[in-house]
């Protein structure tokens, strides 16, 4: 077996629609050991011979610890369902892509000994068929991609919210025995994306902030200051009755 060089953008290659195997012979099998081979070394759950410059309609699969898998002439025979991901490609490193895609699949092809077989696939394994099949097309990710933004630069920042990150509201009571007081709702972040098993508790990084048009909480106390001022039966202060201080206690 051998490593071979991975194709990437823009490699014009990438963009040629691979021709149909007619014979599953001992070149066909080879071709797929050292795709296996290729895949394996660069991190990736599939590749298509388009990638190693054979335009030949042939793919490799291995989902995670699972055995690595030929298939040979693939074809989507059905399509159900959309769902939004973020993908990545051995052929475009370093960028992943918001990019919509099959829920479940139904494919068909013939494995290295040249017998049919037919998959229902879900998740991972339906995402990689779609991929994979594209680039026997000359389709890339990016071809999916509704607006050039959707495409980022790995490590890159981004100002949507992680999907583990958690928006809640703190209601701090200042009422006493005396009199009614008064609540303040503070939003806040937890930003459990950023929690590693060495994390501590103070690395949650509340995020105490006001919401729009309402009265700012002044207080040295960092835990408030910054909050959101309510009267005392809990609406919101009205920004258009002009701005106040309050001081937390």
Known sequence: MAILQIRTVPDPILRKKARPIRTVDEAVRKLARDMIETMQEAGGVGLAANQVGILKRLIVLQMP??????????????????REIEEGCLSVPGYVGLITRSVRVKARALDEHGSKFRVTAEELLAQAIEHEVDHLNGILYMDHLEAHEKLRKLGEETDEPHMHDVDYEVHADHSNEDDDGQVEVLTARASLSQVRS???????????STGAGRTRVHSDD???????????????SNSNEGERESHGH
């Open 198 to 208: 060495e994390s501590l508790r103070s690395d949650l990084s509340y995020n105490l």
């Open 65 to 82: 610890e699972e055995d690595p898998q030929t298939w040979v002439n693939p074809e989507i025979t059905r399509r159900e369902g959309e």
């Open 222 to 236: 960092p835990a408030i200051n910054g909050g959101v001022l309510l009267d005392k039966d809990g609406r919101s």
